[in-house]
């Protein structure tokens, strides 16, 4: 992976130095909240529910072992013994105080990590896809580029108070694994006819309040024009992207009030002055980045292991483990593994502290001492030799980490929700609980097969509903109680869609029942091997709206006894939610 | 005597800022003799009477667009843009545009929410020149211009990326390196 150099290593600590000192400016009051919350955000730091929150940034996804064990340090030392891995790849730690995030940052910068860009409206945190590298449909793989684009938007001087916030996201396979058609820019490296390497860009793409799927700008961006053309991309939206309302700032709004066409002639009619430029990459950066992402040394492995199959035929366990969680790798002789952080009872995309020295561990002794986190919010060794599939198996069972349940109903996508974010109206990780420890029956969920299920909190869609198979929203109420819409008929990756909402809402206890009659409809629909989606799509959303909607839903005996309700006196500090 | 930071220090500052108030209108405010920086729309309405003065100065709001001034760029002895808030980032692009694309060559002054914490990516886009708020300290506001030493992306300070300025270290431990 990438290694900075002195450049990088003194960029970032100048930041931790810059940073301090605006902490120091803000508790001495020199600065005002009001003018310090751009500076903190631009820091990935907010303010939630119980204290600071802090957003550190895994560029494109990729950590090392040593990294994560620094996660696991801060996780003790200054949080509450856990983090949570985000939609975008990223770390969230919950419960921070103000005058310790400087020494944060600060120890972050000492292994190459920072949390630069990952909130505020400038260009964010890069994302691409989890199997770079690794997978056997990649055309290009795009850890290079998402590096160098990291560089280039690191402190962008004229991008950092864009209208609204930035996101880009980079694939490099033929299946989209990074969902580029919904961020702002979408870029999927691809070979033309020639075999020379460029991007077909996507822009406007984008969840929240209003849905898009982006629109194709241009169907081929030579590699040493990907730079420019994302600036001019970016000069163009930030002078004419919308101000006036924070709703209709994201660059999907503009593009939608130009139109593809006139939107593609303004960005590059800028271009045309750029092009060929000193801003243009060159071949010799290409290759230095790219020197740090080459193939580990891979030994030469026979593709099938007898011991794997002689181990599957006598437990199911690891049968059913290597069949959900165990991807083909393009090397013989080894996978790609997905750690679960979804065992049914947890909150998705919480790890604590004890369970990322674990897998930093597993990294190191397995995976050539690489990590990386899916966008899915589950981790990924990319480098295991077949042969160890089952040691490493053993050893992750006990860290609870072997849920066989990758891109399954219980394999939910969920935002933090009202118990930490102040912008949610319903509280989302509880929720996701509720329904996967419905869902828990193994047989039952392999015979539903693949299927994603993505809860938000509220509109801002950080849960990424609108691309799920099954999305749920906690929406707004005057009566501040928790609702929730369900929609179906989303999808990401190549035929990506955004989903429609089924009705009126429903009550945290009913969503569970709602899912069940959705999932009843499917069953009985579907076409053999045909998936949740493929049948929406098929038969449309009238006979699973017509089912949800057909009989009343019996109160949960639970529901009185508030079994699953988070409960206050859970938490030391004072449990608020201006929303309930 | 207002205080300005201008090319990297602090020096005291003879010109004033005309802006419209509410009643008045571009094509007759008066426009004070002297050195007054005036915004774009009494320029375009008075220009046959102000183009001959000795010294005069322009501004723009967030939402102009400094081709406007095409042509007459040579004019002026300053151009400021306005920043009505620090969080409207279009002051940024337009300062780009008229430093690379229209060739302004003279004073460009960031005028209005102007903030220490801001002043790094001003000067890189192209201002030379910042009129932070009176009630700052200015000797703290200039501390901005300098948070960081290097950069990596190409600005209109900068015309080299990194990686074109610098013979920067690839992976020694990949194979074939």
Known sequence: ?580 | MDMIIKNKAIVADDWTVLRLQEQEKPENVIVAAGKVIVPLQVWQAQRAALQDRKEIGVWLASDERPEELKGDIEKFSVIAVDFPKFSDGRGYSIAFNLRARLGYSGELRAIGDVLRDQLFYLQRVGFDAFAPHPDRKIEDVIKGLSDFSEVYQTSFDQKLPLFRRVQRKANEAAPGQ
Request: glycine letters at 8%; hydrophobic letters at 35%.
């Open chain 1, 1 to 580: 992976m990438y290694r900075y150099d002195e450049y990088d290593q003194q960029i970032v600590d100048e930041r931790v130095r810059q940073y301090r000192d605006q902490v120091r400016r803000r508790l001495s009051g020199e600065l005002t909240e009001q003018e310090f919350l751009p500076l903190r955000l631009q820091n990935g730091l907010y303010m939630q529910i119980h204290g600071y929150m802090l957003r550190i940034a895994v560029p494109y996804g990729l950590i090392s072992a040593q990294q994560m064990r620094m996660f696991a340090h801060l996780a003790r030392k200054y949080d509450r013994g856990y983090g949570h891995f985000t939609t975008r790849q990223n770390i969230q730690f919950n419960w921070l105080k103000l005058q310790d995030t400087p020494d944060i940052l600060a120890d972050l910068a000492s292994v190459q990590m920072h949390g630069i860009q990952t909130s505020g409206n400038c260009v964010r945190n890069i994302t691409s896809d989890e199997f770079a590298g690794v997978a056997q449909d990649e055309v290009v793989d795009p850890r290079p580029y998402a590096e160098i684009l990291r560089q280039w938007s690191t402190f962008h001087p004229e991008f950092a108070y864009l209208p609204r916030k930035f996101k880009i996201a980079i694939s490099g396979g033929k299946e989209d694994r990074a969902a580029i058609y919904a961020h702002d820019i979408g870029l999927a490296a691809i070979k033309n006819a020639q075999g020379e390497v460029g991007f077909r860009v996507v822009v406007g793409g984008g969840l929240g309040r209003t849905p898009i799927i982006g629109s194709e700008i241009c169907e081929f961006v030579p590699w040493q024009h990907i730079l420019t053309y994302v600036e001019s991309i970016l000069r163009i939206y930030n002078q004419y992207g919308r101000r006036d309302n924070k709703y209709k700032a994201r660059i999907k709004i503009l593009v939608k009030a130009l139109g593809i066409d006139e939107f593609k002639r303004q960005v590059e009619a800028d271009w045309a002055d750029l092009k060929d430029g000193p801003g243009t990459l060159t071949g010799e950066e290409v290759d230095r980045v790219a020197s740090f992402f080459t193939d580990p040394v891979y030994e030469t492995l026979p593709d099938h292991d007898s011991k794997l199959n002689e181990f599957k035929a006598d437990s199911r366990s690891f049968s059913n483990w290597l069949s959900r969680n165990v991807k083909p790798h393009r090397v013989p002789g080894y996978a790609i593994v997905v750690l679960s952080l979804k065992k049914p009872g947890d909150a998705p995309g919480d790890a604590t502290a004890e369970q990322m020295d674990f897998v930093a561990d597993l990294a190191d002794r397995y995976s050539f001492g690489e990590l990386r986190i899916t966008h899915k919010q589950n981790l990924v060794l990319a480098d295991v030799r077949q042969k160890d599939l089952i040691s490493l198996w053993q050893e992750a069972s006990a860290q609870e980490l072997t849920t066989p349940n990758i891109g399954m109903l219980t394999d939910i996508i969920s935002c933090p929700g009202a118990e930490f974010c102040t912008l949610a109206n319903a509280r989302s990780i509880p929720l996701a609980k509720l329904i996967a420890e419905r869902f828990e029956n193994l047989d039952y969920l392999y015979d539903i097969g693949e299927i994603t299920l993505n809860i938000s909190g509220c509109v801002n869609a950080c849960g990424q509903h609108h691309i799920g198979n099954i999305g749920i929203t906690g929406v707004e109420k005057k009566d501040h109680d928790e609702w929730y819409q369900v929609s179906i008929g989303g999808a990401e990756g190549n035929d990506s869609s955004i989903s429609k909402i089924i009705g009126p809402s429903f009550t945290f206890h009913q969503v569970p029942e709602v899912i069940e009659r959705l999932i009843h409809v499917y069953l009985r629909e579907r076409f053999e091997d045909e998936s949740f989606i493929s049948t929406v799509r098929r038969i449309g959303h009238t006979p699973f709206k017509e089912h949800v909607y057909a009989t009343d839903f019996v109160a949960q005996e639970d529901e009185a006894a508030g079994k699953h309700v988070v409960l206050p006196a859970q938490y030391e500090v004072p449990y608020y939610s201006p929303r309930f």
